[in-house]
């Protein structure tokens, strides 16, 4: 278990406790999270735990987290709460989502998606 702290700037994220759970999978990263603060459930997050041909798909990707962050930004940017901070941030986040489904439509041309060959 390992602390994650880099979150921590105001009173709202000073009380959320991240942590990275068990050890880290083949690629070097853990595949469980959980966020939890006072008064508030437990969220623990599943990433996606080995290839998808070989055990299905059991968590979610760095895809589906980006996708709902672009989502809720977009939503303050269309309403009172649009600003120049949230509009880069959008900006950035789409770009890592394109880089990611750029790498994966890459894999998906060399016949590799879905395993753990580089």
């Given at each position: 278990?390992?602390?994650?702290?880099s979150h921590r700037v105001n009173p709202a994220n000073?009380?959320?406790?991240?942590?990275?759970?068990?050890?880290?999978?083949?690629?070097?990263?853990?595949?469980?999270?959980?966020?939890?603060?006072?008064?508030?459930?437990?969220?623990?997050?599943?990433?996606?735990?080995?290839?998808?041909?070989?055990?299905?798909v059991n968590g979610i990707t760095h895809e589906a987290?980006?996708?709902?962050?672009?989502?809720?930004?977009?939503?303050?940017?269309?309403?009172?709460?649009?600003?120049?901070y949230n509009q880069s941030a959008l900006i950035h986040?789409?770009?890592?989502?394109?880089?990611?489904?750029?790498?994966?439509?890459?894999?998906?041309?060399?016949?590799?998606?879905?395993?753990?060959?580089?």
């Amino acid at each position: 278990m390992r602390e994650i702290t880099s979150h921590r700037v105001n009173p709202a994220n000073d009380k959320l406790t991240v942590l990275a759970l068990g050890e880290p999978g083949s690629g070097g990263a853990p595949h469980v999270y959980e966020i939890s603060a006072p008064a508030m459930l437990d969220c623990t997050l599943f990433f996606q735990n080995g290839p998808i041909a070989e055990v299905g798909v059991n968590g979610i990707t760095h895809e589906a987290l980006l996708a709902v962050l672009i989502d809720r930004l977009e939503a303050f940017q269309a309403g009172p709460f649009a600003n120049l901070y949230n509009q880069s941030a959008l900006i950035h986040l789409r770009d890592a989502q394109q880089h990611l489904l750029d790498r994966t439509r890459e894999r998906m041309a060399r016949g590799v998606e879905g395993t753990h060959k580089v």
